[in-house]
């Protein structure tokens, strides 16, 4: 049955092509960080939206299921199949064309296959970009960014990917084609199918498209590294920048003195920028589409009321370009400091940002009742109240913990639960996927779940598309 | 049958307030500017969002539509029942409560029935603001709203209402409660379930309550009318100021010279700030978080350059609120003005901005040569790419005319389908209600229908919300 359903597919169309050596399929098959790994028949990489269509029935009729993949770079199980191999997998990668670019309308048209950096570099020519700014930018397309609506750095000042989207394309498990193609600001178009894509994980559907709102390229950049005695003083400091400069803040970036620390002892080369001791780094970035003169003296402005009112004790300005590289790459240091110099439970929930300081302090207090040697890391958004908390063992300590696993869902489950008495949510921006699932389920409203399986049976009911995931636990169709 | 159903509702929950008088049925049932009428047994003032749940539970059960009623400000017929009278008006305005404002987070949490312009004034104690700018602001509610997905005019900046929820709560039709109400920017709550709400016109459930992003109150303001030979010239207009400005453009309207006419014979006070003849003036109007001197001067700069280059031939900038205000009274007279000075089909469609010359040229032409009385009017937001074209007959020409609805829809059909052929849409923002279903079904993708048949079956299987709206030709339940 396998081999004759894998014979199938290419017979649909002459744009399909189907991959099925063993490498190919590890490869697919495995997530990027080695942690997530099922089976699948074929890869099966379509060339045409038209191809999604045929693809997506066949699978219905056959009762396959199809496990859409972007750049494969999800963090939590997401984008590859789970291990009953009744399955393919959907490469979006060669949909991979730029249709337009309209300068006057500010808006490109792109297929789902697009890798984020590769539009980025194209608009830069035009003098625009698309505000999503990711770690993952060199490897991972629209659509899977579209399908976990995906955050990053500048979240502040120009939302997730759903506020960067004008439409989609798309085709639903249940074989409906949905286009919502016309690039306009407005319109009344009924019901928002789309944007039921948008952070379905492809449980519901696979995007094929997408209509983007684009910016022009900031003409003037300002950088800053400061120090902050407490989350209550970055705040204010916050709150202080915004009043100066509105939208022209675009990063709002938090580390709290462990993580620093944990990161110098990574690579003495990424050292504090600022020698004395202090609890909070924060580091924000402000852009403007002209004016660099301007900019500066505005934001040394705001930076010397936050030193004035003792929000802050200290403020570096990046003289230059190296110099903003290296604020910056201390931040994009952390995961990989992380899992070099010890353990590190590290999550991604969010807070009103109101709550940021409570939802710190009550993380370290209670972790630290549970687990003695555990010491509490921070590093994230807290423009957008996404720091990603952490709690780190030295090596050394986490060895001697009786079990690991378990240690961890201990550490997950007080973090999640104080994040959600505090009015927040367990999840930001890393998706569900598969690891997710049972906090998930534990988290939200039971009328919210029957309404998401009510929305799954209509749209999916079959429920061939990438099953397994979200809060479907069940592994296979 | 009748009034049984009625003496059961108020039944339900002493928070719940029934009205069956004559004259308020009348009121409730008739929309705003009296084309729309119909029929209902009562009206039904909810105190709580679980009497909604209640409420949509018995007419379930007892087969009754639901027609939801905000500020019934609708221009197309959204807001009001069908003729049957096997309907309830349920309305919101018991559901007024600002239930916080929280500074740090720049977010409020509020009902459904609370006014815009109600909101906007407390808001502004905190030297906050809730950007979304309406016409009806003074009686329209945050739920119709979100209901209608309103727009105005700074949609430029801000975006549509959408673009500014961070979650809603809500019933569906059927009967399942949803709740996305944490203030927070990024959330993985699964299936957006809460956007179908928004733009659904009360076909699918109920708006209750509503997350709503703030933004702090802009300390400086500028506005500049402008006079430009032509859509093209606006159009480079807009794109030197916004290169140089960036988001601190926070409108961009322009209005052809016979509107502008017609606002001078309807209001000789309202005269052109510009005493010479000229096609296009540009209204735009520029906020700044802070400094109003370093605004004035960039604004100035842009306006310059764009003399310079030929692209505007003069350019006034208000000296004053006064001044301010003239300019927009102007703005804001289009529609009285045309309906006093004679016969106006006007339309809400969008098309990308690059492609507004060739809409408006096209519509020009074709539009007299099928009626050669006709004369071309247009205001709007050309920013958007949603100019409101307008037909304009003088009131002799127009009584000559032989059948006013057929030449209504003749107009209509042509304008729709130009919009259309240039990739635009024949509705932007003020809904569809019953008046423009037959375009929308016209011009809706036939698999797009069928999704949203499937959704409307699954989330408000016996079709009690707000039946007749948008794609629902059958009058009643």
């Not at 006057?104 to 970009?129: C, I, S």
């Not at 009328?447 to 429920?463: E, H, T, W």
Request: aromatic letters at 6%; glycine letters at 10%.
């Amino acid at each position: 049955v396998t081999s004759d359903f894998a014979i199938r597919i290419p017979a649909l169309s002459p744009t399909i092509e189907l991959i099925v050596d063993a490498d190919t399929l590890r490869r697919h098959c495995t997530d990027y960080n080695g942690r997530n790994t099922g089976q699948a028949l074929a890869i099966v990489r379509p060339g045409e939206t038209g191809d999604v269509v045929k693809i997506v029935a066949l699978c219905r009729q056959e009762g396959v299921a199809v496990v859409p993949q972007g750049g494969n770079t999800s963090d939590y199980g997401g984008s590859v199949p789970a291990a009953t191999g009744r399955s393919i997998v959907l490469s979006l990668s060669r949909l991979n064309r730029i249709l337009d670019i309209d300068l006057t309308n500010n808006t490109a048209r792109v297929e789902a296959g697009v890798v984020l950096a590769d539009l980025n570099r194209k608009l830069a020519e035009h003098d625009r970009w698309f505000p999503v700014s990711l770690g993952s930018e060199g490897t991972c397309q629209i659509g899977g960014n579209i399908a976990m609506n995906a955050g990053g750095n500048t979240v502040l000042r120009y939302g997730m990917m759903r506020d960067n989207l004008l439409g989609v394309e798309g085709v639903f498990g249940n074989g409906d084609h949905y286009a919502d193609m016309q690039p306009l600001r407005k319109k009344c178009i009924g019901y928002h199918i789309g944007d039921l894509l948008v952070g379905s994980e492809g449980t519901l559907g696979v995007i094929t498209k997408a209509i983007l709102k684009l910016q022009h390229l900031p003409k003037a950049l300002v950088t800053a590294w400061m120090s902050a005695a407490s989350l209550n003083d970055a705040l204010q400091t916050l709150d202080m920048v915004r009043q100066h400069l509105g939208e022209r803040l675009t990063a709002f970036e938090v580390i709290n003195q462990l993580q620093r620390r944990v990161i110098e002892r990574y690579q003495p080369a990424l050292k504090d920028p600022i020698a004395q001791d202090y609890e909070w780094a924060i580091l924000a970035e402000f852009t403007d589409t002209a004016g660099q003169e301007a900019l500066s003296a505005s934001v040394e402005a705001a930076l010397a009321a936050a030193l004035e009112a003792g929000a802050i004790s200290d403020a570096l300005i990046a003289a230059n370009g190296a110099q903003r590289q290296a604020f910056w790459r201390i931040r994009e240091s952390v995961l990989d400091a992380n899992n070099a110099m010890g353990w590190a439970v590290t999550h991604d929930a969010s807070v009103p940002v109101s709550k940021l300081p409570a939802f710190a302090e009550r993380v370290d207090k209670e972790v630290r009742a549970q687990f003695p040697t555990a010491r509490f890391l921070a590093a994230g958004h807290a423009g957008d109240g996404n720091i990603h908390l952490g709690v780190f063992f030295e090596k050394a300590d986490f060895d001697g913990l009786a079990d690991f696993k378990r240690a961890t869902q201990a550490i997950n489950a007080q973090v999640f639960q104080i994040a959600h008495a505090l009015g927040g949510h367990f999840s930001s921006e890393h998706g569900i996927g598969t690891k997710h699932r049972m906090p998930f389920l534990t988290y939200t409203p039971a009328s919210n779940l029957a309404l998401m399986r009510v929305l799954k049976s209509a749209l999916d009911p079959q429920g061939i598309m990438n099953p397994g995931k979200i809060f479907d636990t069940a592994e296979a169709v």
